[in-house]
């Protein structure tokens, strides 16, 4: 009998690991494949210590007319077990300066193709600038078992992330990161002794959402400027790219916007109904953004309320009434100007329209405000920085903390936080505290249920 089940255990083993590698050779290889931190994600290399279970996906958006990529950060026990079921949590990138700019970096295929993988923005942001898959797996290891357990494992692998060309050389040193996400943030009041408790694991999905705002564009455009590339990568036709201003060196890049809350929705119903996940996620999903992303979280959140249990933002803009500046939002985010009015192009900012309704019906401070809603609860999670830089972001934060009675939210300057900034290191000193936020309440959604 003994050898009959150790038998069944070592042919359950084999099988799970070829499942894994089955799932690993199918995977869908992404535009910028050849970066080296993106490498040391999706193809684990044998001298690594510690290997993630990171996809790229590919589906069809119908929305859109277009391939969308997305990634997929799975649990680290993913493949251990064919019945375990997991929650999903949605992180939703910011705008893409890089997108709109001098012309040589938007109007060639090559060159646009070149700047995608050299700024690594958009579905790439959370994995490469904010590290959210070893933020993740370092908070779900039971192996760490006290807050310096956390803290030292997070200096390792930021360690040994940074030997495989993974933090930029103006970054700080992997210990300085680990502080600032455990000691400065995550913890800032408990000794390195303190008993630390694994996260909830999960699945967390990365959306590619353009310049889009997250949101259907104004005009029931599918893709604005429209282009004939259908595939997921952001190259284009010669030609395509879009001269919005009278200034000639100022280019919008083809499909920055359209309908992208349609997209959005889409990209849900699929991962639950058709992808190679479906059978493995639980209907308890949240959804978290920085900036652009903030914005989108907060916006989709409320207004798809039944979908989300948990809903988090990181210098969002969460009043998007106040940006009522058309001269300045030409010049800076002229995707704003389509989505929610219409861009005139070859002509001044007073030339184009802002859609007040449009706003409205998308703003995240007016349905939140309409919900009635007069306290912050659980579920709902936002903060920023206090050099923001951008008027638009502080106001909007501080109209919700009155409106939610929810104390000071502004982050101050600490230690190797990015000068809480608008940048990657502010948000990345957070984000332990936006996981932990989205895992207490799966885990209380658990419980209620």
């Known amino acids: 009998m003994k050898d009959q089940k150790r038998f069944w255990i070592i042919l359950s083993s084999v099988l799970l690991i070829s499942i894994a590698s089955l799932k690993t050779s199918s995977a869908q290889s992404p535009c910028c494949s050849g970066e080296p931190a993106l490498s040391y994600f999706l193809f684990p290399k044998p001298s690594q210590t510690y290997p993630y279970l990171v996809r790229y996906e590919v589906f069809f958006s119908t929305a859109l007319n277009k391939e969308k990529g997305f990634f997929v950060i799975l649990p680290e026990d993913y493949y251990q077990s064919a019945v375990a079921k997991y929650p999903v949590l949605f992180l939703l990138h910011g705008y ?19 700047l995608l993988c050299e700024v690594k923005e958009e579905e790439y942001h959370w994995l490469l600038h904010e590290d959210i898959a070893i933020i993740a797996y370092a908070m779900t290891d039971p192996k760490n078992r ?87 990568c952001d190259d284009f036709y010669p030609g395509e790219a879009m001269n919005y201003s009278l200034l000639p060196f100022l280019y919008m890049k083809p499909g920055a916007v359209g309908k992208h809350e349609s997209y959005f929705l889409e990209l849900t119903q699929y991962l639950e109904s058709q992808s190679q996940y479906r059978e493995r996620l639980l209907r308890r999903r949240g959804l978290g953004g920085f900036s652009m992303g903030g914005f989108g979280a ?19 803009l969460l009043d998007i009434e106040l940006l009522r500046d058309k001269w300045m939002m030409k010049m800076v985010m002229p995707e704003f100007l389509e989505v929610f009015g219409h861009l005139e192009s070859h002509r001044l900012p007073s030339a184009s329209a802002l859609d007040l309704r449009h706003i409205q019906a998308n703003n995240p401070f007016t349905l939140i405000k309409n919900k009635g809603i007069n306290q912050r609860p659980g579920w709902l999670y936002f903060d920023y920085g206090s050099k923001e830089g951008f008027d638009g972001i502080t106001e909007g934060n501080k109209s919700l903390e009155k409106l939610l009675n929810g104390g000071n939210r502004q982050i101050p300057v600490q230690p190797f936080n990015g000068k809480s900034g608008h940048n990657y290191r502010f948000w990345r000193s957070r984000a332990g505290v936006i996981l932990q936020h989205h895992s207490d309440a799966f885990q209380q959604t658990f419980l209620e249920q």
């Open 146 to 232: 006290t807050v310096g357990d956390l803290e030292r494992s997070l200096e390792l692998r930021f360690e040994e992330f940074s030997q495989f060309g993974g933090l930029d050389s103006g970054d700080y040193r992997p210990r300085e990161i680990a502080q600032s996400i455990v000691s400065h943030n995550l913890y800032p009041r408990k000794n390195l002794n303190d008993p630390f408790h694994p996260l909830r694991k999960m699945v967390i999905v990365l959306p590619d959402g353009d310049n889009g705002f997250y949101t259907d564009e104004n005009e029931g455009k599918r893709l604005f400027p429209e282009t004939k590339n259908q595939k997921a």
């Open 96 to 114: 893409n300066f890089h997108r709109t700019g001098v012309w040589w970096k938007t109007i060639s295929p090559e060159k646009a193709k070149r």
């Open 298 to 316: 907060m916006k989709l959140g409320f207004k798809h309320s039944h979908l989300f249990q948990s809903i988090s933002s990181q210098s969002g």
